[in-house]
């Protein structure tokens, strides 16, 4: 199985006040982009001998990737062809916010792979992207799906907020709509989360945020707008169209195999979990010293794949199949979580059918999986 | 033994008890300055906290005067009304009792009960007119009030001011010339009274005692009356001074300390007599009365697994505690936990607090209920003091619950806001007496059951802190009492059942259903909350059903946020109790304790 890639930009022309991501505002990528390469060969390399990783689906995420001019992204693109075995039909999807690149640019990027999208809109409001520090209007997103569709390449995701300070249904719907004029086949969903720290965590004190049960309601309000279109909900916060599912992400969820490189990344090879420090300047000075700039790494233990893979199986639509557990971990997935499975099935809070097992409620996944796994 | 002068201190709280044992401890020179810490008799942090003296504490010090030295043991007692047996314990060991009058609150409630009580012992009582640096200081009123009231002469009695120290030297002249020395026989067989106890992991059980015949030294094979065929030999004896001093020996009228490698708790029993066993006395001394407890709870440990910690720490507080009663218990919500017996809310709610800061145990409490007589249609009379042990309602004839004769005392313009009170609490009045224009005694019979919730914080709040209350249980009165359960999902919760007059059930149900309400977190389906008497429901709320709990944006494949999330939640359910299919967290249990009528 090819492993998936991760490549994480964290710059941004501005600050999004909910963000508690790593990103940050900076004029140089230069010495980032060094040593971002350098990650690369590293993590390419394994016991002393260069083996090439062989890879399928590359992620640019930040950040705002899209901010890479032309030459920074052919050097980063040139260093994972040379270290890595890229196969022809990979995915490489980027991350790009409207207003961040221009009709060249895109086309450059389309010209050197990139053949999947993810624009950053959130919400079709002008006033509620202002009052979020976002740095463009609706109208920059148009012109930016416009400028993709021009450049060739028509697998386009959009990524909406849900439970955003004065938002309505009405706004969900008309961010659905817009999406939906120029036929877009992937669309994520995410639910606003206040992190302690961010701008918004002060600011949601004076605002009237919507409460968690308005959030469900606009979240299953446009699952349901979605579906009319023809997006179905293949894992809890992303719909698409039959067939453009992003094959990334789903690496994430059936427990494949992903590289990570850049500050603050998260990747899973053979077992092990990392996660790279966060700070970019301590990054770098790692990096300098050939060492990997890993602040936490786990090599999971049997019981707790068990766990991983259920708890992440189960985020996704079709379920987890028990044929796999038992291929990926040679027990049976009954023999491990039988009785209790059974016991949520009667309370209706998980479906088995054949091999299957589904969630009816994934927006309670959490506490469905206490019951299922401690 | 002629120099000897063995006395205690009493007062109602809040009257300088502690402040004025300070001021003798410095004066006498048992403590440097520098070491010296207000209210210091008051070693458990909570007492410091709250200003309060819980337990009684000695303290032996040496006075000269007139040329001669004398040994001065003074015990600490507690002022407040459910520590009354701590002061009656103290009084058996001492000859006088310094009687401490706030002379800017006059005779109070407390006052007079223990007063009364020392008087019952024939001690000696030494009037002492306190806080005289004060304002609103009436001396010459408090005066006539101790002679009016209490019938004593306090016209010469020392007139001080423990906070500033002024006039302390009388206090020590009155308390040589007027305590009678000790009477003992140094030479007779031992006679010790054991007045506390405190266990101590490296020397076990130290017997707090008042010698009163013969002599205990390193050495002496000792027995105790109440523990038989079991002896010991004494390791250590001692004093306090205040902190624990060796002593050569200890002999008649002197009061101390003795260790006896005395490893089981249970050996050792307050008010029991220990003796030689070479030449023991033929006769223990009179011990004392056996308290009974009158305000019951369940208490349970909140990690179920902590069982058997709660048991050790009960029984090791019980040593220092007597009046603490307990018995195994079982709940169907709560698990394995106890039934436990208290002289009234401020002790359960001491032995609480010092369980969780002695023994750091997290506590799950049930309401607090007294004993009721329960008389069925066969003819029996069963005593019940915990709500689930009722009989079935067609099972039961009548029942009756434990009322008590209130005196509260308090300034005349709070008569109104304080019989409203006692009226909402089903009182019966009795009486209003007139001490003086300044001050009235409001008499009640009120149910006990009433008195235990909040009585004390609600009388205290309506008199801006004036009034003061005492209290002794009469008997007891047939009333229309039922249970009342709580129901969650359909199923009942034992341990949220409570006894309660007819006329308030349909108030205090609603109230629960809404605490209860807000307690519980919402959860996969949505859960009734109902109120019940014998299976008619009368209020009732819901918790809605979950709908979100994920959802965060998986940033970038990070994983291990998300475990930590589950991790997270998997530990909060670990704290929770299981109902039938309810997750109920160990506060939801306590919230319904703190209900505002």
Known sequence: MSAGLYIHIPFCVSKCIYCNFNSGVCDDYTPYLDCLCNELIMRSVRKGSTVHKSIDTIYFGGGTPSLLSSGQFDRIMDTICAHYDVSCNTEISMEINPNSASQDKIEHFAMRGVNRFSVGLQCADDKILRLLNRPHNTNDFVNTIKMIKQSGVNNISADLMLGLPKQTSEHVKTSIELCMSYNLPHISIYMLKVERGTPLYKLSKTFNMPTDDDSVDLYEQALALLSTYGLHRYEISNTAKQGYECRHNIKYWDYSNYIAVGVSASGFEQRLRYTNLSNVIKYQQKISQCKLPISYAKRIKTDEQYLEYVMLALRMDRGLDKNTFFDTFGVTYDSVYGARTTLLCRQGLVTQNANIVRVTRPTCLNSILVSLLC | MKNIRNFCIIAHIDHGKSTLADRLIEMTGLVQSRDMESQLLDSMDLERERGITIKLTPVRMQYNYNGTLYTLNLIDTPGHVDFNYEVSRSLAACESALLVVDCSQGVEAQTLANCYLAIEHDLEIIPIINKIDLMSARVEETVAEIHDVIGLDATNSPRISAKEGTNIDQVLKAIIEQTPPPQGDDDAPLTALIFDCIY???????????????????????????????????????????????????????????????????????????????????????????????????????????????????????????????????????????????????????????LEREFDLDLVTTAPSVVYRVFTTNGQMVEIDNPTKLPLPDRIEHMEEPIVKASIFSPPEYIGSIMELCQDKRGTFVDIVYIDTKRVTINYILPLNEIIYDFFDKMKSRTKGYASLDYEVIGYQADKLVRLDMLLNGEMCDALSLIVHESRAYSRGRQMAEKLKEAIPRQMFEIPVQAAIGGKIIARETVKAMRKDVLAKCYGGDITRKKKLLEKQKEGKKRMRQVGSVSVPSEAFMSILKIDD
């Open chain 2, 200 to 354: 101590d992991n490296y020397k076990g059980v130290i017997c707090l005692v008042r010698i009163k015949d013969g002599t205990v030294r390193v050495g002496t094979r000792i027995k105790m009356f109440q523990t038989v065929g079991k002896s010991f030999d004494v390791t250590e004896v001692g004093v306090f001074a205040p902190k624990m001093l060796p002593v050569n020996q200890l002999s008649a009228g002197e009061v101390g300390y003795i260790c006896a490698s005395i490893k089981t708790i249970t050996d050792t029993n307050v008010g029991d007599t220990i003796t030689n066993v070479d030449n023991p006395a033929k006769q223990p001394l009179p011990g004392y009365k056996k308290v009974l407890p009158m305000v019951f709870c369940g208490i349970y440990p909140a990690d179920g697994s902590k069982y058997n910690d709660l048991r050790d720490s009960l029984e090791k507080l019980k040593l220092n505690d007597s009046a603490l009663i307990y018995e195994p218990d079982t709940s169907v919500a709560l698990g394995f936990g106890f039934r436990c017996g208290f002289l009234g809310l401020l002790h359960m709610e001491i032995i609480q607090e010092r």
